[in-house]
């Protein structure tokens, strides 16, 4: 099972279909660039497309597949791990995005099922189980107002935290801020790499129209963020490294910017897939999903202080594929 085709957009605003038919060999017409985009073969980043209004972005990678995609997670692949009157933690499945963009709000309810969002997800799921526990309907119940904290990236799975109010959502992201709260990793990556702190300033475009690190000696850039990653090894398997990434700091890609600029980037990670200005590394993992888990969350409650502390293992998916990749190794 393999790519027939993958390419990268390079304007705004166009629609996928659009640019299935641009992008294919041999200009397809609609009606089989319909046929291929409702079989489930179309995937933006590595996550498919069930959305045929689907309006594509500068940047997105787009990969069609000469077999069907599985179907995206919606609210039976999400787990509520805690939740109060002022904290909700939920495990995110890879393939979801944590926020609804604010430029898709108006879609219809239809349309945002396709391919529901975390926080769309979560309260419905709280207002199931409240339902349940009040011998209510669940169309009678109103769903719980959720604010985000922070946020992981969309192929990548794991525990993310919302707050039920605004003055818990700031105590939260105080916490953030002030490397008060630990926010741990699993990742696969190939080869080996030292046990170390990275520290760089990421910049929206790092000359390719991707995030990145610029150099030091312009590090003043007002547009720059500091960035901070503790890096360490928890095993190796047949040529590859798990690892144990620390965020100091929460910039958006962190973990996969720093792996690729390190020459090892992340088993499944289309995107970075090495320094910038150096031929890609190419990834022989032949895995089907970003190889990153958010895999420890630890802050104080926003009221009472008390000390929060959640932790879950890689999801069944890349613990089967860890278990097949010792196994080989034997």
Known sequence: MQPIQTFTISDDRQMILAALRQHLPDSPSWTAVKKIFRARRVAIGSVVCVDEGRQLSQGDIVTVWDHPLPPPPNDGDVRITYVDADVVVAEK????????????????????????????????????????????????????????VHRIDRDTSGLIAFARDQESRTKIIQQFSDHAAVRKYFALVPGAIKNQTVTSHLVRDRGDGLRGS???????????????????????IKGFSELECRLETGRTNQIRIHLAELGHPICGDIKYRGPFGKPPVTDRSKIRRLALHAAELRFEHPTSGKPLHFQTPWPADMRRFLERLESSSK
Request: proline share 6%; with cysteine.
């Open 214 to 236: 610029i150099s030091d000696n312009s590090a003043d850039n007002d547009s720059s963020q500091r960035a901070v990653t503790h890096f360490e090894t928890l095993r190796r």
């Open 93 to 148: 499945p890879s393939g979801m995005v944590t926020l609804r963009r604010k430029s898709d709000l108006n879609w219809s309810w239809a349309r945002k099922n396709l391919q529901p969002t975390l926080d769309e997800c979560v309260p419905r799921l709280i207002g199931q189980h409240a339902a349940g526990r009040r011998g209510k309907q669940r169309s009678l119940q109103r769903l719980p107002q959720l604010f985000p």
